[in-house]
């Protein structure tokens, strides 16, 4: 009897975790990111940037994304077979650069951008993702590269 119920919750997650529509693909700027996007209810998203940036580090960046914050949306005022959304969200970054010195950071994320969603299964998307934290390397600083290197990227993913 326990083990039927552990299937049947397990199955009832699975279901739900695939009903959500995700997003694949990558960020380009001045710095190259893997990028995963995944929607929670219908009005969030949870985004997850992974790459090169700068081209002068690596870092990892998950944010919390509200889609049309506020109930506002460009629907009304373009109309196509596709959706624009705009977003905003915040959440926290982690990595390394190597372009005075070796070190690491560990920070803030935000992230403000608009997107474009295609009646076929792509995504095309232009925002701005800064990051400011704390820098670790042979003494402790304040990590600001990330406001302006890799924050700027233009987006494109799969929808599935």
């Known amino acids: 009897m326990k083990r039927l119920f552990v299937f049947f919750v397990l ?3 699975m279901t739900a975790l695939y009903a959500q529509p995700r997003a694949i693909g990558g960020r380009l700027g001045y710095g190259l990111e893997f990028s995963y996007e995944h929607t929670l209810h219908d009005a969030n998203m949870l985004s997850i940037d992974a790459g090169l940036c700068g081209f002068h580090g690596a870092e990892v960046a998950i944010t919390y994304d509200w889609i049309n914050p ?3 949306s460009f629907a009304s005022v ?3 077979r596709g959706e624009w959304n705009w977003y905003a969200g915040v959440g926290g970054a982690a990595g390394g650069h190597w372009k005075h010195s070796t070190g690491a950071f560990v920070g803030v994320a935000g992230r ?9 299964p792509l995504q095309l998307s232009f925002d701005y993702r800064p990051v400011l ?3 670790i390397s042979d ?3 304040f990590y600001r590269d990330g406001f302006f290197s890799g924050a ?3 987006g494109v993913r799969y929808r599935f």
């Open 70 to 72: 506020g109930g506002h």
């Open 78 to 80: 373009w109309s196509g």
């Open 139 to 141: 003494d402790a600083f």
């Open 11 to 13: 199955l009832a997650s």
């Open 152 to 154: 700027i990227a233009f």
């Open 133 to 135: 934290g704390l820098g």
């Open 112 to 120: 403000l951008g608009v997107e474009y969603n295609f009646w076929f």
